[in-house]
């Protein structure tokens, strides 16, 4: 009694607009009080009128009332915050749109802080009290307030679903197991309820072990975040001073050849003017000779002339110091050819190294997710050629060095430090790092193979084999069966059969495998490891007539 009391007045002294304790309460013409704030705001809405009206009797004020705090009321509001009873104001509030409310309440409903599974009701707090003192009520079972209490009733029978058939998997009423749920397979809802109870404790154990997982997942994440920075920026400031080291070598040797070039420059210079000089002072002798010739020929006297003809003649007789041949606009030409042909080197060097840089750079992958689909692998295809150099002089190979035949005849290849002279097999061209895929088409018994370039080549020893030491992996194909070879050690592989063999190499993740390629791939065989070197993809023979053929993906 004592709380419907209080909250009897604390309704008295609240604001019909904002429903709380009145906050410097002043008292309308009309009589109604509001918060000051409230009808201020309300009031401000209907400036545009010029007509201000109350809102709870609607009586209309022109001009707009001066308001003066209601001393009293405010007074009386501050005794009721002293006792406590605001709080029990806050407890006791109304049901909003989405609150549900209490079933017992008159007139405007309070919120409601429990429903009952048996009375299918919500209740207040006052309301609720009897579940709590009643004997009888303390048996109810009381569930957080809920909208849907009536989900719980038989529709057909309006009674209490406790009943769960399992035939159909749903809540059904005791009269509903004498009709349409007769002889299905039923439980109580009790019991039900305590089985999928334990499922969901199950469910939440390894909801709950997933968080962890994903938790420390995260950490790892947030730590590589922290690692590609550091990484990345210490791989900027290397690769910073190595450009300039290279910028700065390169300035040192333009320096050397500008330096070469003055000095020879000098020489040459030198050389010239010293000719230059020798040919003046002979241009000069020969003037003067001429001179002479033309006085002696300009002589009347013809004994004077043949007098002293010997003398003077024998100085016509003289040759020039030395021979002048001059290449025009030929000085330094070579050198600029020489300089040249470094640059065009180097910038192959740089085409190359920087198709090189950037595929490093692309295969930059902290997740290292792989492909799933032959779409996403084919993103990886690579075009794979055989070297003449590494195959068996019983081999031949055709289509451009894609496909290769074992063959009773040897063929004419060349001695070659890189030719397998024993086994019959033969490796690719191409050295394969970062991701690659590729598809080989087989026919007979065909060993499907990887292979790193330091793989001996000469002699009949395992250290030759694919597949029969540590530097090489093979797939062994025919058309009864599968097995994979490593370190001379043999495993049955498992898996559909087809003609088609898909490779997938992720050389940094040193991972390798071998699909069963034809409408779908299947997994046949997969190796993790740590690849020390660079990889060569190759294949190796059984029999005669056996081939096999490196195909051109689109």
């Known amino acids: 009694m004592a709380q419907q009391r209080n909250q009897l007045d604390s309704e ?65 509001v501050e005794d009721l915050k002293k006792t406590g009873l605001q709080a029990a104001a806050a407890d006791h509030c109304y049901a909003g749109p989405e609150d549900v409310s209490c079933d017992f309440c008159t007139g405007r409903k309070l919120k409601a802080v429990k429903s009952c599974l048996v009375c299918l009701a919500s209740y207040c707090e006052n309301h609720l009290q009897p579940h709590y003192d009643v004997a009888p009520l303390k048996k109810h079972q009381l569930v957080e307030p809920s909208k849907n209490l009536q989900e719980n009733f038989c529709s057909r029978h309006d009674k209490m679903k406790e009943i769960f058939c399992l035939t159909d998997q749903q809540l059904i009423c005791y009269l509903c197991t004498m009709d349409e749920h007769k002889r299905h397979e039923t439980v109580s809802a009790a019991a039900e309820r305590k089985k999928k109870q334990k499922e969901l404790e199950v469910s939440r154990l390894n909801v709950q072990q997933r968080i962890q997982d994903r938790q420390k997942d995260v950490k790892l994440l947030q730590q590589e975040l922290k690692d590609i920075k550091v990484s990345a920026d210490k791989t900027v400031e290397e690769s910073e001073k190595m450009f300039t080291q290279m910028i700065r070598l390169i300035q ?4 050397d050849v500008e330096q070469q070039i003055r000095s020879q420059q000098k020489n040459e ?25 033309k006085q002696l020929s300009d002589t009347p006297d013809h004994s004077q002339f043949l007098l002293n003809y010997p003398s003077v003649s024998a100085l016509s007789e003289s040759k020039p110091t030395c021979s002048i041949n001059i290449h025009p606009h030929r000085h330094f030409e070579d050198v600029t050819a020489a300089v040249k042909e470094l640059r065009d080197k180097i910038q192959d060097i740089r085409r190359d190294t920087w198709t090189n840089i950037s595929l490093a750079i692309a295969e930059v992958d902290v997740l290292l997710s792989g492909p799933k689909t032959r779409d996403e692998f084919l993103k990886y295809s690579r075009e794979i050629t055989l070297d003449p150099n590494t195959a068996f002089r019983f081999l031949e190979l055709s289509e451009g060095d894609r496909k290769v035949t074992r063959l009773r005849q040897e063929q004419h290849y060349p001695d070659h430090p890189d030719r397998f002279t024993k086994y019959c097999q033969v490796l690719s061209k191409e050295s394969l790092t970062g991701r690659c895929y590729w598809e080989v088409e087989w026919r007979g018994g065909v060993y499907v193979s990887f292979a790193y370039k330091s793989i001996c080549r000469e002699g009949s020893s ?12 093979s797939l062994y194909c025919d058309t009864n069966s599968y097995s994979f070879w490593y370190n001379n050690t043999r495993a049955f592989v498992s898996g559909p059969r087809s003609s088609r063999i898909g490779v997938y190499l992720d050389h940094r993740a040193g991972i390798l495998s071998f699909y069963s390629t034809s409408e779908t791939m299947t997994l046949l065989h997969r190796v993790q490891t740590t690849f020390t070197e660079p990889i060569h993809a190759g294949v190796g023979f059984f029999s005669l007539g056996d081939t096999a053929e490196f195909l051109k993906l689109k």
């Open 269 to 293: 210079e030198s050389r010239v003017k010293e000719l230059e000089e020798k040919l003046e002072q002979e241009i000069r002798d020969l003037k003067r000779k001429d001179a002479e010739l």
């Open 12 to 76: 008295k002294f609240s604001c019909s607009i904002c429903l709380d304790l009145l906050k410097d309460p002043v008292t309308t013409s009309c009589g109604h009080s509001y918060c000051m704030d409230c009808i201020k705001t309300h009031w401000d809405g209907e400036d545009g009128m010029r007509i201000y009206s109350c809102p709870q009797c609607r009586k209309t004020f022109t001009p707009r009332p001066v308001l003066q705090k209601n001393v009293l009321f405010a007074e009386l």
């Open 252 to 255: 040192n040797r333009q320096r």
């Open 462 to 473: 395992y250290k030759c084999g694919f597949g029969r030491n540590d530097k090489s992996w």
